[in-house]
């Protein structure tokens, strides 16, 4: 039993899955950074992306579900060819279905990508972005050199389009955390970053959703590299907050990777925690669930699973408590 099991065991606690109401994508490793914290380990040289054909069989399962949201990660979901396709097949369907896309900013300044905005605009797609810091030196430091700056214009550019403005389209951001330490509070971490991008720049966002990092992927080595892994582990674990566990993403999304398989988070995706058919050692696809049958059901955990827990908690959208 891992060290999360055995603390929920001692609250009496297994942790089971909910009704399912958003379906979190991730379509591949590619990306054009290589950030300090990725916990997918995403880099410009990754060639894992998902195909149209595995696109076709995720909308087919979808239009046959009521789950009302789609949320496309990465790497950087935009890399992949049949992005825009991904969105207009969900757009087609029948209830409508609400698109979030997880955009690291800088991607729309590359070349081939500079109508995307517009793009997801007319799409009516909700942006959560990543922006470690409101000011160069943090961000550039996690992200890479320039970094700030293109982000900077990036905001600036989905503000013109309506972006944290027009209801239809909200703009959040994402704070991480720079180095082996928790989030500071969401509430005034979010009043420090509108006053300072607004003064500077100009800039408007909706909310800002601060998260912590998980000792997965690159943050990993990152702490082994520097001796901390096991201190932060530790202050994650000290840090637990009982009051987070019924807000914990995994207990309301069904994460997908590249090719189909089914998770119950990014997280155990990155470290191969792939659901198995119920009482057998089957990996599941997604096209072999239906939604109602993963209901109750036991989640996957390992130690890493301190890393939603720690402090006011964290999922996909901020703070849990
Ligand atoms: S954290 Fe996001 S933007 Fe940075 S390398 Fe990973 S996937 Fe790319
Ligand atoms: S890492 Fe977090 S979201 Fe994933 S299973 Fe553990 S507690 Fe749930």
Redesign the pocket.
């Known amino acids: 039993m891992n060290r999360?099991a055995q603390k929920l065991a001692e609250h009496s606690i297994s942790?089971r899955r909910g009704r399912s109401e958003i379906l979190q994508v991730n379509v591949g490793k590619l990306c054009n950074l290589t950030c300090v914290h990725c916990h997918v380990n995403a880099g410009p040289k990754r060639k894992e992306i998902m195909s149209r054909e595995t696109i076709d069989r995720i909308i087919d399962w979808l239009g046959k579900t009521d789950i009302a949201i789609v949320d496309l990660t990465g790497g950087a979901p935009e890399m992949i060819p049949d992005f825009r396709y991904f969105i207009e097949r969900v757009k087609e369907l029948q209830p409508a279905r609400h698109v979030i896309d997880r955009c690291n900013l800088t991607i729309l300044l590359e070349r081939g990508y500079e109508d995307l905005g517009k793009f997801l605009a007319t799409n009516n797609v909700e942006i959560i972005a990543s922006m470690p810091c409101y000011s160069p030196e943090n961000v550039n430091a996690q992200r890479g050199e320039g970094v700030f700056e293109g982000s900077i214009a990036v905001l600036q550019l989905l503000n013109l389009l309506g972006y944290g403005i027009d209801p239809d389209l909200p703009l959040h951001l994402i704070y991480n955390p720079v180095g082996a330490f928790l989030p500071p509070s969401q509430a005034e971490l979010e009043a420090d970053y509108k006053r300072e991008l607004k003064k500077h720049f100009g800039i408007v966002f909706n909310n800002l959703y601060t998260l912590t990092n998980?000792p997965i992927g690159r943050f990993a080595s990152y702490l082994r590299c520097d001796n901390k892994l096991d201190e932060y582990m530790e202050l994650l674990i000290q840090a637990f907050n009982l009051a987070t566990i019924n807000g914990?993403?995994?207990r309301n999304t069904i994460s997908v990777g590249w090719r189909g398989e089914v998770y119950?988070?990014d997280?155990?995706q990155q470290l191969d925690m792939q659901c198995c058919c119920n009482g057998g050692s089957k990996p599941l696809f997604l096209w072999d669930i239906i939604p109602d049958s993963l209901e109750d059901r036991e989640?996957?955990?390992?130690d890493?699973?301190f890393?939603?827990?720690a402090g006011a908690g964290s999922?996909c959208g901020g703070a849990i408590v």
């Open positions: 999360f942790l998980l914990l993403m995994c119950d988070c997280f155990n989640i996957m955990t390992g890493h699973c890393g939603c827990t999922t």
